[in-house]
């Protein structure tokens, strides 16, 4: 099987991509990169394995009118320009939702694609753009496998009751439960985490996925049993411009009082919530964090004080906690927020070493904490490439 394996993770505003050797077993892309700003100033950026940069002069024209199907068709082109004389076996997507027909890796059909569709109002700030990267690799190179990656379907170890809500049975057979998200994150999580904990890894572990998009996950055996987004992808933790769990009653009095609609409540929830809407300045950690301004400080309270209570609420599918696993954005950059979210954390044992958190160390937790405490950077392009190479393994067995 030799040849290129290209991963893409297609964002409301990027598209993420990696080239990985089909044969190869490691985890490093022999490329990787971004078109960052889409629908604003998109940029393009790409790196060799090394980290060098790579010449990107003859990638085409970007503009804020550039779609993320066209910045697909440019980069496809320009990767046929530089990945020399291999050839593509495969390109594995990211699809955020996978709904209750899909659980493991799947290689796209016309109808597959069909029942992704309708799943678009579930994740309708990251679905659509998915789906539209496999129509442009699909209109690009029509026999060219594709096969998608779901993020819902790490959690589909969880048992009935984590899952359900306390909605009529009919509603809840139809498929409205718990799915969550992030499962790509959680999954290379899972697989690492021997190297930084030996027998401990198998225990009880909550990893914190936090960045504009965030969650919790609650493992054990390296299995999802728990997790703090739903339904949708706007459940649980304080986001970028997500407003997390909220009271259903304010959506009813948001309509029957406030004369809401459904467009203007959506665009509310997804892109004027969060740490943006609380804060008033930004959605961006780095900046709340440089502002000074007290708005930005109570968003950055909030969102750690979120994350410690929604935590504390996962304990009972562990019955205890041996380690607390932070990665993502700001997971892995904010030494603030994670110091914000252990200070809550302290009856639970949890205890940070001030130098350790300040140097983004792989472990933060001090000498006498009751709890490991981890900083582990995610990797979603490797679980991609990873599940490409078994279906390519299998299709040739």
């Not at 998109?42 to 779609?67: M, V």
């Not at 990267?133 to 993020?151: G, H, K, S, T, Y």
């Not at 054990?220 to 407003?243: H, N, P």
């Not at 029957?256 to 740490?275: F, H, T």
Request: charged share 20%.
């Amino acid at each position: 099987m030799s040849g290129d394996i290209l991963t893409l993770n297609a964002g409301s505003s990027s598209l993420k991509f990696a080239v990985f050797d089909a044969e190869a077993r490691d985890r490093t892309p022999r490329i990787s990169g971004m078109i960052a700003g889409i629908g604003r100033a998109p940029e393009f950026s790409a790196r060799a394995s090394g980290g060098a940069p790579l010449d990107t002069g003859d990638f085409g024209a970007l503009g804020a009118e550039t779609s993320h199907a066209e910045g697909i068709v440019l980069l496809l082109d320009w990767l046929a320009r530089h990945q020399g004389e291999r050839p593509l076996q495969a390109v594995g997507h990211r699809v955020v939702h996978g709904g209750k027909g899909f659980s493991a890796p799947t290689r796209v059909t016309d109808a597959v694609l069909a029942e992704l569709e309708t799943l678009v109002p579930l994740a309708p700030l990251h679905q659509p753009h998915n789906l539209a990267a496999i129509r442009a690799v699909a209109a690009w190179r029509p026999d060219l496998c594709q096969i998608a990656c779901f993020d819902t379907g790490f959690h589909h170890t969880q048992d009935r009751l984590s899952r359900i809500f306390a909605l009529p049975r009919a509603l809840t057979d139809e498929g409205i439960i718990r799915y969550g998200f992030h499962g790509l994150s959680y999954d290379h999580i899972a697989r690492v985490l021997p190297e930084h904990l030996g027998p401990r890894a198998e225990g009880r572990v909550i990893v914190a996925h936090l960045g504009n998009g965030a969650s919790l996950c609650a493992m054990k055996g390296r299995k999802s049993l728990a997790t703090s987004m739903g339904f949708t992808a706007l459940d649980g933790l304080v986001m970028g411009r997500r407003c997390g769990s909220l009271d259903p009653g304010v959506l009813l009095y948001l309509m029957q009082s406030k004369g809401m609609g459904v467009a203007e409540i959506e665009d509310l929830l997804y892109r004027q919530s969060g740490l943006f809407g609380v804060s008033g300045i930004s959605n961006n950690m780095r900046v709340l964090e440089q502002s000074g301004a007290p708005e930005a400080d109570e968003a950055i309270a909030l969102f750690a004080y979120r994350a410690a209570s929604v935590l504390a609420g996962l304990l009972p599918a562990l019955g205890g906690l041996d380690a607390l696993v932070f990665t993502a954005g700001i997971g892995e950059n904010s030494a603030r927020t994670r110091q914000a979210i252990c200070a809550h954390l302290g009856w639970l044992g949890v205890e940070v070493d001030a130098a350790a958190n300040a140097e983004n160390a792989v472990r933060i937790s001090s000498d006498g904490s009751a709890v490991d405490v981890l900083v582990v950077p995610t990797d979603e392009e490797a679980v991609i490439a990873a599940a490409c190479r078994a279906l390519l393994d299998d299709a040739a067995a």
